[in-house]
Nanobody, 119 residues
Framework: QVQLVESGGGLVQAGGSLRLSCAAS????????MGWYRQAPGKQRELVAT???????NYADSVKGRFTISRDNAKNTVYLQMNSLKPEDTQVYYC?????????????WGQGTQVTVSS
């Protein structure tokens, strides 16, 4: 089927930067929306940013002006450039993709990557 593989998480000082990547592979005809979500322990998973196949973007207010989402359609890959990181950004980040197959569409999630911002 389809697999989303994430990379780029890690430990960074407050004010620093990280870039997350998520590559989709498998039986894919095309991909509509792709996005990044994050979740803290005991909390609901929340939207960080989304991007359509045409490049339209949407951001959570908490990351607007600091994070940038982009995608490479030829590589079926979505990126999240995170600048000016804050301790409250310390969460597990999950990528998401709406994958179109010959018979329909399905939503897939990555396994998650930990982002830790030290103060």
């Amino acid at each position: 089927q389809v697999q989303l593989v994430e990379s780029g998480g890690g430990l960074v000082q407050a004010g620093g930067s990280l870039r997350l990547s998520c590559a989709a592979s498998g039986m894919i005809f095309s991909i509509n929306n792709m996005g990044w979500y994050r979740q803290a322990p005991g909390k609901q998973r929340e939207l960080v940013a989304t991007i359509s196949s045409g490049g339209n973007t949407n951001y959570a207010d908490s990351v607007k002006g600091r994070f940038t989402i982009s995608r490479d359609n030829a590589k079926n890959t979505v990126y999240l450039q995170m600048n000016s990181l804050k301790p409250e950004d310390t969460q597990v980040y999950y990528c998401n993709a709406d994958v179109i197959k010959s018979w329909g569409s399905s939503t897939y999630w990555g396994q998650g990557t930990q982002v830790t911002v030290s103060s």
